[in-house]
């Protein structure tokens, strides 16, 4: 009886394995591949459109921000249904996740904590910033050792993104760069959501479609962080390149409230940003 019922849980258990590494991996027979992880998972990212202007938008750099991966896909969905809605001046990357190895539960770090890579990394702390360092803090003001990484820019995901948005760059006309990376509070339950846009050089740019998003959702713009030091992050790195960028923490609505709210002010902001004089 014992055996039949540990059967059945580890036959339950390999089916949540299949079904959360399906909805990700399924979409790969249309996407571009940037990328490995740790574990030769593939990162994709997802194109619609061949315009000067270039949007990426990208969920899953955390892999227990769920919803953050769900969104993305869901806006995916939307626009293979509906490839028009995406403006003839500009290009859309979607990345629904650069953390694929927790995001798949594949990872062994995924035992501990969903959040990092394989290499038990924060790949938002592991990118090449002026401030990036090897240890680092969270809310509860214990300092974690290794966890940006032995080195800026040592995880393959993050060299993997890296690489991509300096392509991104070069290939948009006159640096029109638009990067959003999602994220999910997911420990302050109660939180409305909040919008980070760079402060600096591509600022003007971020703090317009900051302002616009929040004009669609209701979230709250902060241009500072102050609970903690956050270093070698994504935003930060951005805004040191000259790229406009914005962390979107999707809020605590109820899920289905949430995933519909967000999925349709991208749609929004996509439009918008696809009209040549949007924030210039």
């Given at each position: 009886m014992f055996f039949k019922g540990y059967t059945l849980?580890?036959?339950?258990?390999?089916?949540?394995?299949?079904?959360s590494f399906s909805s990700i991996a399924i979409l790969s027979q249309n996407g571009i591949l940037i990328g490995k992880s740790v574990l030769k998972n593939d990162i994709m990212a997802y194109r619609f459109g061949n315009g000067p202007r270039i949007l990426v938008i990208m969920g899953g750099i955390h892999?227990?921000?769920v919803k953050s991966v769900d969104i993305v896909m869901g806006l995916l969905r939307s626009l293979e249904q509906n490839p028009s809605a995406v403006p003839p001046e500009m290009t859309l990357y979607l990345i629904p996740c650069l953390n694929v190895d927790a995001a798949t539960k594949s990872s062994p770090s995924w035992i501990y904590h969903a959040r990092y890579n394989a290499h038990c990394v924060d790949l938002n702390r592991n990118f090449k910033t002026g401030n990036w360092k090897p240890n680092i803090v969270y809310g509860d003001k214990v300092t974690y050792k290794g966890?940006?990484?032995?080195a800026p820019e040592s995880e393959p995901e993050t060299r993997a993104i890296v690489a991509f948005l300096k392509r991104c760059q070069r290939e948009a006309r006159?640096?029109?760069?638009?990067?959003?990376?999602?994220?999910?509070?997911?420990?302050?339950?109660?939180?409305?959501?909040?919008i980070f846009p760079v402060k600096e050089r591509a600022g003007d740019v971020a703090t317009y479609y900051a302002q616009r998003y929040r004009s669609y959702t209701g979230y709250k713009i902060d241009y500072s962080f102050n609970l903690y030091e956050v270093t070698g992050d994504l935003v930060l790195w951005a805004e040191e390149q000259g790229i406009a960028a914005m962390d979107i923490e999707v809020s605590h609505l109820k899920r289905?409230?949430?995933?519909?709210?967000?999925?349709?002010?991208?749609?929004?902001?996509i439009e918008e940003y696809g009209t040549i004089s949007s924030g210039k």
């Open positions: 849980r580890l036959l339950v258990f390999i089916l949540i394995l299949f079904i892999g227990e921000e966890l940006g990484g032995k006159d640096n029109d760069l638009l990067v959003l990376s999602l994220h999910q509070y997911v420990r302050q339950h109660e939180r409305l959501g909040r289905e409230n949430s995933l519909l709210l967000n999925k349709t002010s991208l749609l929004r902001l």
